[in-house]
């Protein structure tokens, strides 16, 4: 089989290094002669393993000792519940920005715990995509906490500076972004990501959470989604998804080794400038949403011929480009290019594209 380069929105491809020393420790970890999936959460081989991840994300990202970083079960959607669950105390009510699918699933789920307060910021006319700018959003000074997504996987829109809430906690759906440029931790009350787009494997879930917000968690929150409780016990009150956790150490490993989050965002400024730069370029493929809030992470483009879809994808597929196919509520065609997949794969996408519009011509 030759070169595959994966461009699914997630579970997404893996730093092949990762996998590669997955592979080799998969039967005898550490002179064990066990699986790490073999193990249990509470010997002190494998809490070694499970504190240095969480060293390792707290270097890769500075966080702040004042924050707790939890690995948690049930991933972005999880925490759709758990979020209202623990920080929205009866009486009080939170915004949440809508700028795209997730964010809208975030509110349909939150609606269940709490009075939602919904502040869409779509701005979209006939011809381009946009969104209103931070310091135009209607926030309530007394709400209990903001939400929002930095980065919409599906529509393909990011919002990279981040909103002044004035005081108020920020809550980041970073499922799709994070550790893909470096931010400032301290400005968040509350950060989380499902592990399959940019950490790891399914199954984990990391949630970066300020100290003062533990312990108002309503009367009716599940333990095993009881931020203080996950905090108390080191993430381990029941069993975590300790093989994604052994994985997602390897993926920080690996980043910290290439030279940190700092580093990878060049990379990844550079492959989405080479895919934006095609599209424009290109009398056949589009992206009409304004350069400001395009994700360079999830990038979604359409052909302006759509009956040339199928044969795209099936040539794409063809020579090892393969889930190229966009998200069915928007159509197209989408690239996922998160911290794993090289330059190397974007060129590859270009040359393909080019290709592809030459001989459709
Ligand atoms: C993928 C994704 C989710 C949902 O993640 P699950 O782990 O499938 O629940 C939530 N939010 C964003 C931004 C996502 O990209």
Redesign the pocket.
Known sequence: MSEVFNFCA?PAMLPTPVMAKAQQEFINWQDTGSSVMELSHRSGIYITMAEKAEADLRALMSIPDNYKVLFCHG????QFSAVPLNLLPQGKSADYIVSGS?SKAAVAEANNFGEINVININQDTDKSSSLLDSSEWPLDPEAAYVHY?P???VNGLEISNIPDTNGVPLVA?M??NILSHEIDVSKFGLIYA?A??NIGP?GL?IVIVREDLLGQAQIATPCIMNYKTAADNDSMYNTPPTYAWYLAGLVFQWLTELGGVKAIAKVNKAKAELLYQAIDGSDLYMNHIETEFRSKMNIPFWLKDESLNDKFLSESEAVGLTALKGHRIVGGMRASIYNAMPLEGVQALVDFMEQFEKRNR
């Open positions: 997630g991933g972005g959607r999880g997730w997504c980065n919409e996987t759906d499922s799709s499902g399959q787009k399914s879930t």
